[in-house]
């Protein structure tokens, strides 16, 4: 099975920006993964509480697994720490398709890919 990793900076992020593409691929098979590297804490709209229940039910609906970590809003940083956590996360599930949607952490992916 092909699989999709999704990374966004806060809980609502991906369905803002790619639900619906995410939503095409899960359609065809793909299984899909999304990271939220903070729980939205420092956000003006909505609680963390509310944030990741609004984030479970989406992930639901496009049948993905979804994990919410804690670099802590507005701290992602491109250090050894967020290195080695995304590279473990794509070793794990080794994508076929990743979806960087941070600056951040495109830099970083971009980086952790080429020593992948």
């Given at each position: 099975m092909k699989t999709v990793l999704a990374f966004g900076a806060h809980p609502d992020d991906?369905?803002?920006r790619i639900s619906g593409t995410l939503l095409r691929?899960?359609?065809r098979g793909y299984k899909i993964y999304i990271k939220d590297l903070t729980r939205g804490?420092?956000?003006t709209l909505g609680t963390p509480k509310e944030r990741e229940k609004e984030a479970m039910k989406a992930a639901k609906i496009l049948k993905a697994e979804?994990?919410?970590l804690d670099f802590g809003d507005r701290n992602i940083k491109v250090d050894k720490k967020g290195k080695s956590?995304?590279?473990q996360i794509i070793?794990?599930?080794k994508p076929d398709i990743?979806?960087?949607l941070v600056i951040g952490i495109d830099i970083l992916t971009t980086k952790i890919q080429e020593n992948y």
């Open positions: 991906i369905e803002w691929l899960s359609k804490e420092k956000a979804r994990k919410i956590v995304i590279q070793k794990k599930y990743i979806f960087p």
